[in-house]
C-alpha cells in the first residue's frame, strides 16, 4: 500500500459507514484522520457543511430529521460562517411539540450567523462581567455564562443547555455539542 493511503484508509472506512451522501462529498484526500471529531461513534468531518455532518451522524438523527423538516438544511449548508449549538438524539427527547413553523424558530434559535469558538465565547462572558448575549438565526438572543469551566448557554424562556463538546469544526463554522434545548420566547 502507498504511503499516502495508509494515513487515508481509516477515513475511508469511517466515511463508508456514514452513508453514500456524505462519503461523495467529503474530500478523502484532504481529512487527515486526526482533524476528524467524534461523537461516540459518529465522525464529524472538517470539510463538510453543518447540514451535512448533522444528516450523516446517527448521534443528531433526530434533529437531522427536524432540520430537513422545517427546510433549514439550506441555511444550515450554505457558506456561512454559522456556529450550531447541536443537541444530540438524548437532548431532543424533551422537546415539547411544535407546529413546522415553531419548530423552525426553535432549531435557528440554536445557531448564530458567526464562527465563535468556545474561547471567543470565554472571553465574551469575561468581557461581559459574567454573561454574554448573541442573536440567534431566529432573531432571539442566547445568553451565555460560564459554570466553572462548562459553558452553558440560555433561551429566552429560561431553559438553558451546557456545552459537552465544543469547537468542532465544520466547512461552513463550528458545531458545539449541547446537553439540553434552548428554547425562544413565546
Given amino acids: 500500500m502507498k504511503p499516502g493511503l495508509v494515513a487515508i484508509f481509516p477515513v475511508a472506512l469511517a466515511l463508508a459507514a456514514c452513508g453514500p451522501s456524505l462519503a461523495d462529498d467529503v474530500d478523502l484526500e484532504n481529512v487527515a484522520p486526526d482533524d476528524i471529531s467524534w461523537i461516540g461513534e459518529s465522525p464529524i468531518y472538517?470539510?463538510?457543511?453543518?447540514?451535512?455532518?448533522?444528516?450523516?451522524?446517527?448521534?443528531?438523527?433526530?434533529?437531522?430529521?427536524?432540520?430537513?423538516r422545517t427546510d433549514l438544511a439550506q441555511t444550515l449548508g450554505g457558506e456561512g460562517p454559522l456556529t450550531i449549538f447541536a443537541p444530540t438524539?438524548?437532548?431532543?427527547?424533551?422537546?415539547?411539540?411544535?407546529?413546522?413553523?415553531?419548530?423552525?424558530?426553535?432549531?435557528?434559535?440554536?445557531?448564530?450567523a458567526e464562527r465563535i469558538t468556545a474561547a471567543d465565547l470565554a472571553a465574551r462572558i469575561v468581557e461581559g462581567g459574567g454573561s454574554y448575549r448573541a442573536q440567534t438565526l431566529a432573531g432571539d438572543m442566547l445568553t451565555f455564562r460560564m459554570d466553572r469551566e462548562t459553558v452553558v448557554l440560555s433561551g429566552s424562556d429560561g431553559s438553558s443547555a451546557r456545552v459537552t463538546m465544543a469547537d468542532l469544526a465544520q466547512a461552513?463554522?463550528?458545531?458545539?455539542?449541547?446537553?439540553?434545548?434552548?428554547?425562544?420566547?413565546?
Avoid at 461552513?172 to 413565546?186: E, F, K, Q, R, S
Wanted: hydrophobic share 50%; no cysteine; proline share 8%.
Fill in 46 to 68: 472538517p470539510n463538510a457543511t453543518i447540514a451535512e455532518n448533522v444528516a450523516a451522524s446517527p448521534a443528531f438523527s433526530r434533529l437531522a430529521m427536524l432540520v430537513e
Fill in 89 to 112: 438524539d438524548a437532548a431532543l427527547v424533551d422537546l415539547p411539540p411544535h407546529t413546522d413553523e415553531a419548530l423552525r424558530k426553535t432549531l435557528a434559535h440554536h445557531a448564530i
Fill in 172 to 186: 461552513n463554522g463550528l458545531m458545539h455539542v449541547i446537553d439540553g434545548i434552548v428554547l425562544p420566547a413565546g
